[in-house]
T-cell receptor, first 113, second 116 residues
Framework: DAGVIQSPRHEVTEMGQEVTLRCKLISGHNSLFWYRQTMMRGLELLIY????????DSGMPEDRFSAKMPNASFSTLKIQPSEPRDSAVYFCASSGGIRETQYFGPGTRLLVL | AQSVAQPEDQVNVAEGNPLTVKCTYSVSGNPYLFWYVQYPNRGLQFLLK??????LVKGSYGFEAEFNKSQTSFHLKKPSALVSDSALYFCAVRDTYNNAGNMLTFGGGTRLMVKP
């Protein structure tokens, strides 16, 4: 199994631009979690899905952030418009259920100038 | 509410010596406890978990962790450290109390430095 796949691995963009991060779940998993990691705030859960349905999005910073699961194996996290304070490493993780072990992708390192 | 504390930002140990990375937790019900490791520029990698049963849990790369309910701790241990164990280690907890939700709460991480 290839594990959780994230793209792009690195993204540099200018303030105000739209950013889309992508995540492919491990085959057979049905829960998807988006995290953000920064030096100041550590690892934060942004949103998670179960069976394509968003369960808890209380960690999403503001309306500029949105996440979707258009199908059972794929998710996107969009930031529009992006701001410098959004610079972070964004991870997605998948699991076989919302109570099962989460397996993380390699992350997308985002830099907003 | 559930919480996790990793009291040490960094742990330094010489290669070949035993290592311990500390973790304490707070939950309303019973805990599910996890350890993850993060190597530079990589995602978090699952090491081990405690759900129920034996308090000593064995995981990947020779790591183990001991669940201590009275001390609400889940310290990560390894009998003999390797330089390649140098990384960032995260403890995480999920509360099994009915109304606790299903989220994992992560500690702030402990950087382990193993010196030759």
């Amino acid at each position: 199994d290839a594990g959780v796949i994230q793209s792009p691995r690195h993204e540099v963009t200018e303030m105000g631009q739209e950013v889309t991060l992508r995540c492919k779940l491990i085959s057979g998993h049905n829960s998807l979690f988006w995290y953000r990691q920064t030096m100041m705030r550590g690892l934060e859960l942004l949103i998670y899905f179960n069976n394509n349905v968003p369960i808890d999005d209380s960690g999403m910073p503001e309306d500029r952030f949105s996440a979707k699961m258009p199908n059972a194996s794929f998710s996107t996290l969009k930031i529009q418009p992006s701001e410098p304070r959004d610079s972070a490493v964004y991870f997605c993780a998948s699991s076989g259920g919302i109570r099962e072990t989460q397996y993380f992708g390699p992350g997308t390192r985002l830099l907003v100038l | 509410a559930q919480s996790v504390a990793q009291p040490e930002d960094q742990v330094n140990v010489a290669e070949g010596n035993p290592l311990t990375v500390k973790c304490t937790y707070s939950v309303s019900g019973n805990p599910y406890l996890f350890w993850y490791v993060q190597y530079p520029n990589r995602g978090l990698q699952f090491l081990l978990k405690y759900i129920t049963g034996d308090n000593l849990v064995k995981g990947s790369y020779g790591f183990e962790a001991e669940f201590n309910k009275s001390q609400t701790s889940f310290h990560l241990k390894k009998p003999s450290a390797l330089v390649s164990d140098s990384a960032l280690y995260f403890c995480a907890v999920r509360d099994t109390y009915n109304n606790a939700g299903n989220m994992l709460t992560f500690g702030g991480g402990t950087r382990l430095m193993v010196k030759p």
